[in-house]
Every structure is written in C-alpha cells, then in structure tokens.
C-alpha cells in the first residue's frame, strides 16, 4: 500500500507540474500578443503622425506596408450620382505640354512629364473659382509673393486637373486638403517644384497653401486652413492664396464628417476649378 500510495502522489505531482507548465506557456503566448499589438498600434500612431501635415511621400508610399496603403486608398461612396469623380489608383500616360489657352479651352490633361513653364505674368492678378459639391469659394492668389506656385496652380487648372478630384482628408479646426488624382494622398502631377515659403505668422484662417513630404516636394496637393491648428503650422509650407468669397462653403467642408483618421465618409468632390486674370 505504501508503495502504491507513493506511485500516487508521484503521479499527482506531475499532472500539477504539467499543468503549472502549460499555464505559464500560455501566459507567455498571450503577453506576446499584447506586446505585438502594442507594436503594431504604435507604428500606426507615428504613421499618422506623419501624414498630418503634408502630403504621403509616393516614393515612401510604394514601400510601405499592404495595410497601410490599402487604409490610404479605401474609397467613398460619390454623394451625387450625377457628379463624376476622376479618381483612380492608375494614372494615364505623362504628357509632355505647353501652356495652356487661358480661356479654359485646352483639353484635360492629368499627368505631366515636367513642371511647368512660366505661363503666367506675375504682375496681374489671378483668381480661382473653386466649385464643390458642397458649393463655390473663390481664392485670390498671390502671384507676388508665390509666383512659381500660382503659375503652378493655374496651369494645372487651365487643363481642368483638378476638375473631378476629391478633398481627400479633412480635419476638423485645421485644414481640408485636395489635388491628388489618385484620392489617396500619394499622388501628384508626375514631377516636384521649388518652395516659395512664408515668414512665421503668415498663415491665416482661410490661407491656402501646398502640401509637400519634404523640402522642394510641391506638386499638385494644396489645402486650405479652417481653424487654430492650421494657422499655427511651421512656416514649411508654401503660401500661394487665401478664401475671400464662399467662406462659409469652407467652413462646411472643413466640417465635413470623417471614418478613422481624416477620409471623409462623403466625396467632397472639385467639379471645376476657373481662373480669371485682370
């Protein structure tokens, strides 16, 4: 009986020793999953950090993970089905282009091979019809101050670039931002052009001024201040403009409701952007 008592107990003990064993590999594998998941929210939290203020990098972008460009190009449902939206996550062939007619009457053209020429006489001055789905507002651009963007600004709007685009991010109290063709905050023009930057202090309420990913990294993205946290920015952004008429609109796209993150729920969507000269 001694014997078998012992055999007992013997056995007993192992049984609790393997079950002791296989709680703490459990525990083990849960604290992994947590700490994986802490990870994983951290990397998200610096990769919007750094897509809050300018433009995605397309370079960067092509290396980032499948994740994270399929959360950049989730797409809205269009808020009328009689508004056409141009876009696409492919873009059609470059076009090497002069200036374009200032009446308005050049063909759209949506990818260049080279920034443009000077087609504008920074002594006038050029003013922007932005027409929404939401409304109109008018911007006065500052060919002075920022000629090489303004004429930037104009080329691309006398080739009806912008017409069919979307505000792709709107934040609340700081700024909605527009001008990719791809609607993911990645796209561009197919080329880069120089910084024309403000002193600190410039930018205002209703300012408009081009989003970038770097030094001398402007293309076709520019956004428009609608709070505190805009006009507080660092001087890094060029300062082409600013609203003077359709404020209002402005405001109501800056308010515009959002899913996780900036992607409004609804296409903001340009219908047509016109410039006049005087």
Same mark, same amino acid.
């Given at each position: 009986?001694?014997?078998?008592?012992?055999?007992?107990q013997?056995?007993?003990?192992?049984?609790?020793?393997?079950?002791?064993?296989?709680?703490?590999?459990?525990?083990?594998?849960?604290?992994?999953?947590?700490?994986?998941?802490?990870?994983?929210?951290?990397?998200?939290?610096?990769?919007?950090?750094?897509?809050?203020f300018?433009?995605?990098?397309e370079? +960067?972008?092509?290396? *980032?993970?499948?994740?994270d460009?399929? /959360?950049?190009?989730? !797409? $809205?449902?269009? =808020?009328s089905?009689?508004?056409?939206?141009?876009?696409?996550? +492919?873009?059609?062939? *470059?076009?090497?282009?002069g200036?374009? /007619?200032?009446?308005? !009457? $050049?063909?759209? =053209?949506?990818?260049?091979?080279?920034?443009?020429?000077?087609?504008?006489?920074?002594?006038k001055?050029?003013?922007?019809?932005?027409?929404?789905?939401?409304?109109?507002?008018?911007?006065a651009?500052?060919?002075?101050?920022?000629?090489?963007?303004?004429?930037?600004?104009?080329?691309?709007a006398?080739?009806?670039?912008?017409?069919?685009?979307?505000?792709?991010?709107?934040?609340?109290?700081?700024?909605?931002?527009?001008?990719?063709p791809?609607?993911?905050?990645?796209?561009?023009?197919?080329?880069?052009?120089?910084?024309?930057?403000?002193?600190?202090?410039?930018?205002?309420?209703?300012?408009?001024?081009?989003?970038?990913?770097g030094p001398?990294?402007?293309?076709?993205?520019?956004?428009?201040?609608?709070?505190?946290?805009?006009?507080?920015?660092?001087?890094?952004?060029?300062l082409?403009?600013?609203?003077?008429?359709?404020?209002?609109?402005?405001?109501?796209?800056?308010?515009?409701?959002?899913?996780?993150?900036?992607?409004?729920?609804?296409?903001?969507?340009?219908?047509?952007?016109?410039?006049?000269?005087?």
């Open positions: 009986m001694g014997t078998e008592k012992r055999a007992r013997k056995e007993l003990h192992r049984s609790r020793l393997e079950a002791a064993q296989k709680e703490a590999q459990n525990q083990a594998k849960k604290r992994t999953v947590v700490n994986v998941s802490l990870l994983a929210l951290v990397a998200v939290l610096a990769a919007g950090a750094f897509v809050f300018g433009k995605d990098d370079k +960067s972008s092509k290396a *980032a993970s499948a994740s460009k399929t /959360a950049q190009s989730t !797409s $809205s449902t269009p =808020v089905e009689t508004v056409e939206t141009t876009v696409a996550t +492919s873009l059609p062939e *470059a076009q090497d282009v200036c374009p /007619a200032a009446d308005g !009457s $050049s063909e759209r =053209v949506a990818q260049f091979t080279k920034a443009p020429a000077m087609c504008i006489d920074p002594a001055n050029y003013t922007a019809k932005v027409t929404t789905n939401q409304g109109e507002f008018t911007i651009l500052d060919a002075k101050k920022a000629p090489k963007t303004v004429n930037n600004f104009v080329t691309l006398r080739y009806h670039y912008f017409d069919g685009l979307i505000f792709h991010r709107i934040i609340k109290d700081f700024m909605f931002q527009g001008g990719d791809t609607g993911t905050g990645s796209g561009g023009p197919g080329y880069d052009f120089e910084d024309e930057l403000p002193q600190q202090g410039d930018y205002e309420k209703y300012s408009v001024a081009m989003a970038n990913s001398d990294t402007n293309g076709s993205q520019f956004f428009v201040i609608t709070g505190p946290s805009g006009v507080s920015l660092p001087p890094s952004y060029s082409f403009g600013k609203v003077t008429d359709g404020t209002d609109v402005a405001d109501k796209i800056g308010l515009t409701a959002t899913a996780q993150g900036d992607r409004p729920l609804e296409d903001v969507v340009m219908t047509s952007v016109i410039i006049t000269e005087s």
